[in-house]
């Protein structure tokens, strides 16, 4: 994605995000072929991100070929209309949406035991009152897990973005305005996509050092 100087966001703001969500998309890409892509549960500490995918997912054939990947985790919140910004400008409708990209090298491994103490992790955070909330290789898990892969992506660089409403020192009241018909209209994400919009004007308030 673009990077916009008017749309990057503190690091805080950026780890609370991601720290929130549970889902990303990992892109491989392999000398020769297409990008591939893949939506995939994710864990991340640090400067590691963690996940287990399943071994004939084209992404973690070209993965194994190429450890240099990508992995974007985004919410998509919703779209407004030009005239909610400005009734004489046609060109200032937009999407709403948070977004952090990491470029990531990959290492990848297919031993039971360790795809399993993956997914203990991972179900630690996903479901922790799972059945015995372990899983170890054996009768129940055995055949399901030579049929995984565990991933660990070490982090070396991170983008994020967040399109909040329009941009611009001078926007405040437009943005108040588009967030009030956030509001009106009501459609799925409308309510959260308000919300951010608020809070990013809050924020430009009190410390006028953020100029996303």
Not at 33 to 39: A, D, E, I, K, T
Not at 122 to 151: C, K
Not at 153 to 166: D, E, N, R, W, Y
Not at 169 to 175: A, I, K, Y
Request: with cysteine; charged share 25%.
């Amino acid at each position: 994605m673009k990077d916009a100087p008017k749309h990057r966001i503190p690091k805080a703001l950026a780890d609370e995000f991601v720290a929130s969500q549970k889902q990303g998309t990992l892109a491989a890409y392999a000398e020769g072929g297409f990008p591939r892509l893949s939506l995939l549960p994710f864990v991340k500490d640090g400067d590691l991100i963690e996940m287990h995918c399943v071994q004939l997912d084209p992404t973690f054939q070209a993965l194994c070929l190429n450890p240099r990947v990508t992995f974007m985790v985004s919410d998509y919140l919703g779209t407004y209309p030009s005239d909610w910004v400005d009734p004489n400008d046609g060109g200032r409708g937009s999407t709403v949406f948070r977004a952090v990209s990491f470029d990531c090298i990959a290492e990848h491994h297919t031993d039971p035991a360790v795809v399993a103490a993956g997914l203990t992790r991972l179900l630690s955070v996903y479901e922790p009152n799972a059945p015995h909330g372990t899983i170890t290789d054996g009768d129940v898990y055995g055949a399901r897990l030579r049929q995984l892969a565990l991933l660990r992506l070490k982090v070396v660089a991170t983008q994020a973005k967040f399109k909040i409403g329009p941009p611009g020192v001078d926007e405040t009241s437009r943005r108040t305005n588009v967030a009030t018909q956030f509001r009106k209209r009501g459609q799925p994400g409308d309510i959260e996509a308000a919300r951010w919009i608020d809070y990013y004007n809050e924020l430009r308030r009190t410390d006028g050092s953020w100029t996303v």
